[in-house]
């Protein structure tokens, strides 16, 4: 009898053995990825990585204006307590995907304390039919 028990536990622990070694190694497995929120807009990008997380951008506001020209309104929101400082530069493409115009230069924005602002402008062309916008932190 107490040579059976002692069988049965050392199967149990062996048994309790594997399980929690199954359960350590699933700790490893497949990790769901932090959601980025710049998924629903491919023509914006960041410079960093980190400054998702300083950062918040509503859904770009694109219209036709004056004899065609595409404008861009893009609501830019500070997440952190201090003032951020931004620099952006933009550029538009034509149905190709090709460069209708220039790139811009690096245009500043200030964002105060969880303040809000927006990035705004305008083609000098009817031929844009897209925009890029690459959105930095000044140090």
């Known amino acids: 009898m107490l040579k059976?028990?002692?069988?049965n536990r050392t199967a149990?622990?062996?048994?309790a053995g594997v399980v929690l070694s199954g359960l350590l190694a699933g700790c490893?497995?497949?990790?769901v990825p932090?959601?980025?929120s710049m998924v629903r807009y491919p023509q914006i990008h960041l410079a960093s990585y980190h400054l998702q997380y300083k950062i918040a951008l509503q859904e770009p506001l694109v219209s036709?204006?004056?004899?065609?020209?595409?404008d861009v309104v893009v609501p830019v929101r500070n997440l952190t307590g201090g003032n951020l400082y931004l620099e952006y530069q933009y550029y538009f493409t034509n149905q190709q995907g090709g460069q209708a115009q220039e790139p811009s230069g690096w245009n500043t924005l200030r964002l105060p304390a969880y303040g809000i602002e927006q990035i705004h402008f305008t083609s000098l062309t009817a031929g844009a039919a897209d925009f890029d916008l690459?959105?930095?932190?000044?140090?």
């Open 4 to 7: 059976m028990f002692f069988r």
């Open 12 to 15: 149990g622990l062996l048994a």
């Open 28 to 31: 490893q497995g497949p990790v």
């Open 34 to 36: 932090y959601k980025d």
């Open 64 to 70: 036709r204006v004056g004899d065609g020209q595409l």
């Open 134 to 139: 690459n959105i930095r932190q000044l140090p």
